[in-house]
């Protein structure tokens, strides 16, 4: 039963209120496209109709085509999933803050605009798996960020498929878990995150049951009946690794494989037994202070161990819950039904100031040079590739910038605490609009402070010479066309 995200976004337990503890929506979709096109509507994919929206998207998607020229063509111009996604939730406020791709791996990550500047130290990893490790149509894809602080990793996995590869299927995650490694020292390795969330068509079967029985099941919605023949659940309980990992009731129906455009199960000559292939699971890593290391031997000092344990509480918790756990069936453009998960993320910030305060001065317009003033509100490891951005609002993602500037080599002044560069005038966009600046970090990959939103003003100079907003339209349809 699909949970509105309205309600499960908007409950707040009494931990949080006690420790000033923030809550955060986290939605999760994993999705086997089949290489589909996507569909014109994805705002029920997305559940766009609640009156409260989360504030991270997670978007795993496998098998999306990759055909040599096409493949090319995606990695200079973004592929046409990215752009639907990022068509839909850009009006709504959230940008694309990362992505990688592999092949038919697709893996993206959206926030409101409001938490950007508290997502840093962002990294991204891939791992072949397919032919040996030399094919990167299995495998994963991963994004590796700290969210106000708190070290989060997403991985979107397509492991081996038919019944008898159980398994192998194991073994493929456990070597992607030891193979991706992070540029980082707290956080090298995936397990090493406080939260990990991983996800995708894992082509895990269902066991032994007929398809008589099977379909049985899934008409009179007794799934419960079917759980203990699922291969994951099987394989948790003899595999310590998957026993780290959490997963919600299988309460929807299993998820592959469909006849296309259908609700009916497959009808071809294989007559695939239906499967809960794609899944999300979810690890929170647990807490021990240094205290609990240095009594975990001492037996005799109980009273003394919980003391210490109760003095040295982690300073900045973190729970999660899952709130929802469904398939959306209303699509049928692949052999398999996306499968959603909302998640409720509490925490206690780690901070709350960005790194950079930065503002536009004066009036803007394309008919002279403009000036930017930013601040640096703590200390990081600032850089002459450091760049600030001029963005529309309601602006797409990183790189969906109007132009930027060097903050090194265009700065014109600074002071100990104020820094100011310039825009040239040919820069600005002559019909003006509602803009913010961004400026973005390149060692930490990600932006650190974004200005309040301002209105650059329509040039007096296009005005007068006639290039007003109804003529530069039509040439912009006539150079498109």
């Known amino acids: 039963m699909e949970l509105d995200l309205s309600q499960a976004l908007n409950s707040v337990s009494l931990e949080q209120k006690d420790s000033k503890m923030d809550t955060f929506g986290l939605y999760v979709v994993t999705w086997n496209v089949a290489t589909a096109e996507p569909p014109d509507d994805v705002n029920s994919l997305l559940q766009l109709d609640s009156l409260k929206k989360p504030d991270l998207y997670v978007i795993g998607l496998q098998e999306v085509r990759a055909a040599p020229l096409k ?64 094919w990167g149509n299995k495998g994963g894809v991963s994004i590796r960020l700290s969210f106000y602080g708190h070290m989060l990793c997403f991985l979107n996995c397509h492991l081996t498929a038919h019944m008898n590869y159980a398994s192998q299927r194991v073994d493929e995650f456990e070597y992607i878990l030891d193979a ?112 609990e290391k240095a009594n975990e031997d001492d037996h005799n000092e109980e009273e003394s161990k919980k003391q210490l344990q109760e003095e040295h509480k982690d300073e900045f918790p973190l729970k999660l819950m899952q709130v929802d756990y469904t398939s959306k069936m209303e699509y049928g453009i692949s052999d398999h039904k996306p ?34 003033t930013y601040s640096l509100l703590q200390t990081f490891p600032s850089s002459s590739w450091d760049w600030i951005g001029l963005y529309k609002v309601g602006f797409k993602s990183v790189s969906d910038y109007i132009t930027y500037t060097w903050v090194k080599d265009d700065q014109v002044s600074f002071s100990d605490e104020l820094f100011q560069v310039y825009v040239n005038k040919d820069e600005i966009p002559v019909l003006g609009g509602e803009c913010v600046l961004c400026y973005y970090s390149s060692s930490l990959q990600c932006i650190v402070g974004i200005s309040q939103p301002f209105k650059v003003q329509e040039s007096r100079a296009a005005i007068e010479e006639g290039l007003v907003a109804e003529n530069i339209n039509r040439l912009d349809e006539t150079v498109a066309g």
């Open 71 to 134: 493949f090319v063509t995606d990695l200079a111009f973004e592929d046409s999933w990215s752009h639907i996604f990022m068509n839909t939730l850009a009006p709504l406020g959230y940008i694309k803050v990362s992505s990688i791709r592999m092949q038919g791996l697709l893996l993206l990550f959206f926030s409101k605009l409001e938490h950007v500047p508290f997502i840093r130290d962002i990294q991204v990893t891939y791992t072949r798996t397919g032919l040996y490790g030399y």
């Open 180 to 291: 991706q490694t992070f540029d980082t020292k707290n956080t090298p390795r995936i397990l090493d995150h406080k939260v990990v969330f991983w996800f995708g068509d894992l082509n895990f079967r269902i066991e032994d049951h007929g398809m008589h029985f099977l379909r049985s099941c899934i008409t009179s919605q007794r799934f419960n009946l079917l759980w203990p023949k699922d291969q994951l659940t099987m394989m948790k309980q003899k595999e310590a690794t998957l026993q780290k990992f959490e997963e919600g009731p299988l309460d929807f129906q299993p998820s592959y494989k469909f006849d296309l455009h259908s609700d009916n199960y497959d009808s071809s000559g294989k007559k695939r037994k239906p499967a809960w292939c794609d899944r999300i699971l979810w690890r929170v890593k647990p807490w021990s202070s240094p205290t």
């Open 339 to 372: 499968v959603v998960s909302i998640f409720r993320l509490e925490l206690k910030k780690m901070y709350e100031t960005p790194l950079v305060q930065v503002s536009a001065e004066g009036e803007w317009s394309a008919d002279f040079d403009a000036l930017i």
